[in-house]
């Protein structure tokens, strides 16, 4: 079944998990749309805020929305802002970060592999 959401109108979540501060979530599509591979989810980080750093045994894609941050990849930072694109791979540690005296938050789009942990309620939990 297509559907359709706007990153806009959809619920943010926080994101509560250790290392996480100023994040929110909404999962866009996911395990329940039945989406069969990929899960793809809205983050918002606040000026002052960050992801944890972490890293898992999939990649993922990013695609900046709005905002200026930074991203931890290769063992440093780098600027990131509106419109770029990012891959992460497998097992690379990362976090987004935003400036506490930037004054906006870091909007992205991130896609993930539908049967982790991160699209949506793992079935039968």
Do not use: W
């Not at 990153?7 to 069969?36: C, F, L, Q, W, Y």
């Not at 905002?67 to 063992?75: A, F, I, T």
């Amino acid at each position: 079944m297509a559907l359709i959401r706007n990153i806009h109108e959809e619920t943010m979540n926080e994101v509560n998990m250790p290392g996480v501060s100023g994040a929110k979530m909404a999962i866009m599509v996911g395990r329940e749309d039945k989406a069969p591979n990929f899960a793809l989810r809205s983050f918002e980080v606040v000026a002052g805020g960050h992801t944890p750093k972490h890293s898992h045994d999939y990649e993922h894609e990013v695609y900046v929305v709005a905002g200026n941050g930074q991203v931890l990849l290769e063992g440093k930072m780098h600027d990131i802002r509106e419109g770029d694109v990012l891959y992460v791979p497998a097992n690379e540690e990362h976090q987004f970060t935003v400036d506490a005296d930037s004054g906006e938050s870091l909007r992205f789009l991130c896609v993930v592999p539908v049967e982790q942990n991160c699209g949506g309620p793992v079935p039968g939990s």
